[in-house]
């Protein structure tokens, strides 16, 4: 970066403070200048608003000579702004264009703007890589974030304290390191707009609780609730990228009282009030399932060696033509044992070693696309026959692979599709097929029942058969089945019941009710044991989806989403005094303050610092930790319709 201009002086404590403006396309020598810059954070609701952004307001004195018309631009993210208080940065951001004033009377005057951090873009940036291409694949949330972050503009390091494990997590790992999110989940509900990067960021933080804030230039990401008990914060710090460099410490622990009484830093100004705000009675969140468009991943067949497809497992190649890498879809070759009532098997979907998991309320459309030709002729409508068929097997078995003997096992019934058989049952064409005149296509898609009595969930499977071919079949081996696509996916239509879309998960207090009740919280991602579900969420091998989870130092087996609901009741659960005022000296905007002559902890909803001045104007929250006896929890689940809670008491 070329710095253009900077401005550097003292403040009245003798502090040295420096802004740095920076222009690319800028070469020459940096000009000084006057002026002066104030600090905030703009003012949020709760103590656990997630996205905390920082700004600056920048004042610089103006002459015919040095009008700073060049800083002006309608670009976003080109002008970048760095501001240090005794050698330390404390912002990093980019000018924003909409805040640019200048007095157009008089021969000396301020030309003023705001810089801001670039969390204020989140919202309008889409959730793509750097190449504006859409993130694929299931990815840890630390990725996540890094990714969402990196649209700012700025390649920051990323420090997390969330001390909430899922059951089984080493208790000395960062769970945001370790737990992994279907990157499907952030298209939206048209199939093509793909989330934006704030949404994302809030999707993974406010389960936690956690709130992200810009802090000595580098983000961090705290926990309200768990700096109350402890004001020393240990963090595990990552790269731009989010990969992990080492553990700090951060004390956050700041005191204010008066100057009589000897405190550094002091209430000044005669301006300090203290107001009350109503404790929470009640909270809800909104799970949205999401159901994904493919059990498969790998569902065209692709192979990157030409030896193997993943996601399924070849039975026998000499019925296959060598596949090609790079390639999809695969050609099965007629068998010469034409006629057999059962084909050998060429081809099983596996996934991550073991099927599909369906669930016991939860239907399944499996769905292929296939070209029948012979001599590389697609045949015509009226060649498929009996004898002439595509055929498969749908198979639920209790075991992680259904040519294993012991366990349970049911397979498809052949003729209706309608239940399930113990004993082997291959399905041909003539069940659920749409042949497409111009494109040469055959569809087939069915609707498997839902799993046998008895079960919560197996294992579901796909064998591809060996197509045969009757005897009035002319030569059978030069027809060939040209697979291209194998699907399995959630089922929209459950037997005509209601679908569930999701589930609530609400709390409220029972003895000592307040009138306060949050609006309804929607999230995309939870605690889920399907595959079926784009929103759920994995542990650390990626596979295995989270079902409970423990804050650090409780003993407690939980959904995220109710020590969610949970913490934040007990982060508002009484009247919480609100300090607004002037105090002298600064103090960072991520702190739990304690204020003489007042109880409990508070921490900043609205902040400003006079860097000329060295004086902090701040609102500062009174916070709750502790546990709650009358705290009533519910989980319900959603067919579609979201309604805010009442409350009972």
């Known amino acids: 970066m070329a710095l253009k201009y900077f401005i550097k002086y003292r403040d009245i404590v003798q502090v040295e403070h420096i802004l740095n403006i920076y222009d690319d396309n800028f070469s020459g020598t940096p000009t000084r200048v006057g002026g ?34 060049d800083l002006f631009t309608e670009e976003e993210r080109v002008i970048n702004c760095q501001y240090s208080r005794d050698g330390i940065i404390l912002f990093n951001g980019w000018l924003n264009p909409e805040g640019f ?60 304290d969330v001390r909430i494990r899922y059951d089984g997590l080493d208790p000395l790992l960062d769970p945001l390191d370790n737990v992994y999110a279907n990157t499907a989940r952030y298209i939206e509900e048209d199939n093509d707009t793909i989330t934006d990067c704030e949404k994302v960021v809030r999707d993974i933080l406010e389960p936690f609780t956690a709130c992200i804030t810009l802090f000595n230039n580098e983000w961090y990401i705290f926990k309200p609730n768990q700096l109350f008990g402890n004001q020393t914060a240990d963090f595990y710090s990552y790269d731009s990228d989010g990969v992990f460099i080492e553990k700090k410490t951060l004390d956050t622990a700041v005191s204010i009282g008066s100057q009589i009484n000897d405190f550094a830093i002091f209430h000044c100004g005669a301006n300090q009030s203290i107001t009350n705000k109503s404790s929470l009675g009640a909270y809800r969140v909104n799970y949205k399932y999401g159901l994904v468009q493919s059990l498969i991943d790998n569902n065209t067949l692709f192979s990157f060696d030409g030896i193997t497809i993943e996601d399924f497992f070849i039975y026998t190649p000499n019925n296959l033509r060598p596949l090609i890498a790079g390639e999809s879809s695969i050609f099965i070759e007629a068998s010469k044992l034409q006629g057999t009532s059962n084909p050998i098997p060429d081809l ?28 590389e002729t697609d045949f015509p409508f009226g060649a498929f026959q009996d004898n002439n068929s595509f055929r498969y097997q749908i198979i639920l078995s209790e075991n992680n692979d259904p040519d294993i003997a012991t366990g349970a096992k049911y397979y498809l019934n052949s003729s209706n599709l309608s239940n399930w058989e113990t004993t082997p049952q291959t399905i041909k064409t003539n069940v659920g097929k749409v042949y497409h005149q111009e494109t040469k296509e055959l569809s087939i898609k069915i609707t498997t029942p839902k799993i ?97 989870w423990s804050r650090e130092g409780f003993t407690e087996v939980k959904p995220l989403l109710q020590i969610m609901v949970e913490d934040t009741a007990r982060v508002q659960q009484s009247t919480a005094r609100e300090f607004s005022g002037d105090v002298f000296g600064y103090f960072p905007y991520l702190s739990l303050v304690s204020i003489d002559g007042l109880n409990g902890l508070f921490m900043p909803i609205k902040y400003e610092y006079d860097t000329k001045e060295n004086v902090v104007n701040a609102t500062l929250r009174q916070i709750f930790a502790g546990e709650v006896a009358d705290l009533e929890y519910k989980k319900t689940f959603d067919f579609g319709n979201t309604v805010k809670p009442t409350i009972k008491g």
């Not at 905030?40 to 610089?60: F, K, N, Y």
């Not at 004033?101 to 670039?118: A, K, R």
């Not at 060996?466 to 005897?471: D, R, S, V």
């Not at 030569?475 to 999701?502: A, F, L, M, R, Y």
Request: net charge negative; hydrophobic share 35%; glycine share 6%.
């Open 36 to 69: 002066r810059v104030f600090l905030d954070h703009g003012e949020v609701d709760t103590p656990i608003e997630a996205i905390r952004g920082q700004g600056l307001r920048v004042e610089l004195e103006a002459n015919a000579g040095l009008n700073f018309n």
């Open 101 to 160: 004033f200048e007095d157009f009377v008089q021969s000396n005057w301020v030309v003023s703007f705001d810089c801001v951090d670039g969390l204020s873009y989140l919202s309008d940036l889409s959730f793509v890589d750097s190449n504006g291409f859409a993130i694929k694949g299931r990815r840890k949330y630390i990725e996540i974030l890094a990714l969402s972050l990196k649209r700012t503009g700025l390649n920051l390091k990323i420090n997390t």
């Open 348 to 375: 099983k979907n596996i996934r991550n070693s073991s099927g599909v998991r369906v669930l016991e309320e939860v239907q399944t459309d499996v769905e292929f696309t296939v070209f029948i030709k012979n001599n």
């Open 452 to 548: 046998p009595l008895g079960f919560t969930e197996l294992n579901l499977f796909i064998v591809v058969k060996t197509p045969t071919y009757g005897p009035t079949t002319a030569n059978p081996d030069d027809i060939t089945h040209n697979v291209t696509i194998i699907n399995v996916k959630p089922s929209q239509s459950q037997d005509g019941s209601e679908v569930v879309v999701g589930e609530f998960h609400t709390v409220q207090r029972t003895d000592r009710p307040s009138a306060k009740v949050d609006e309804v919280k929607k999230v995309l991602t939870g605690d889920n044991p399907s595959d079926f579900y784009e929103g759920t969420i994995y542990k650390s091998d990626s596979t295995t989806p989270t079902s409970t």
